[in-house]
């Protein structure tokens, strides 16, 4: 019984060790920008309400990414999953789907969930705060839902997400409307159209097309601009 206490005390010692801490003091200014706390772990519940298809059309949000069989593609700041089990479903066995967050127990609980429902292309990586640590020129498609506006060091994982991709790869942002008073979402978790578009314009990148239907979120896909 004893060992039974002890062994369960060194995994939850180990899960708290491997646990990077995340912004407990106010984040920075980006480019006119306040950056959002970063959502911790203990509201991965909220990631999988039973409302979010209604509220987001996260079915229709991914159909518009236009994935193919065998891409390899990423989910930075993928959470608990998600979009990330979605994603892997479309670009199949032959696919790749990097999982990238800086919380190692988001890591675990989309591990969980992929093994529950047979996914085996779903690869995670504990990421930094400057470096989802992605492979140099190999990813189609970035998805960043919900993530990007958290970033503390937004400059800095632009870069590493350039180096990431392929040729013609395309990063694809998901924010909540800042310009709809109606989205219900605290203000430094939105941005709006013309701020996306500010900051991937300075680090280099260029708008090849916007999906415009979805009920809260804008949806932007940016390639690298020309030099
Ligand atoms: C609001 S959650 C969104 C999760 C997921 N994209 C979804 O839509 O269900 C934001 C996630 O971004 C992660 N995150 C914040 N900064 C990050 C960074 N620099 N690199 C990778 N992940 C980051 C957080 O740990 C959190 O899990």
Not at 134 to 142: A, H, N, Q, W
């Amino acid at each position: 019984m004893h060992v039974k206490i002890l062994l369960s005390l060194l995994f939850v010692g180990l899960l708290l060790n491997a646990e990077q801490p995340i912004n407990t003091e106010k984040p920075g200014i980006y480019l006119g920008r306040q950056i959002a706390y970063t959502m911790h772990s203990d509201g991965a519940n909220w990631l999988t309400r039973s409302e979010r298809e209604k509220e987001e059309s996260t079915q229709e949000m991914i159909k518009a990414l236009g994935l193919k069989k065998g891409m390899t593609v990423a989910d930075i700041g993928c959470g608990n999953g998600y979009h990330s089990l979605e994603m892997a479903k479309l670009v199949g066995e032959k696919g790749t789907v990097f999982c990238v967050d800086v919380q190692f127990i988001m890591l675990k609980l989309l591990e969980k969930r992929a093994r529950e429902a047979g996914i085996k292309n779903c690869k995670t990586i504990l990421g930094e705060f400057t470096d989802p640590k992605l492979p140099k020129g190999k990813v189609d498609l970035i998805l960043l839902v919900d993530a990007y506006h958290e970033f503390t060091d937004p400059e800095a994982m632009l870069i590493k997400m350039k180096e990431s991709l392929s040729e013609n790869g395309q990063i694809v942002f998901l924010e909540f409307r800042k310009e709809d008073k109606k989205v219900p979402i605290k203000e430094d978790h939105k941005m709006s159209k013309k701020q996306i578009l500010k900051e991937l314009v300075h680090n280099g990148f260029k708008l090849v097309r916007s999906y415009d239907k979805l009920p809260w979120q804008h949806m932007m896909f940016f390639g690298k601009a020309k030099k």
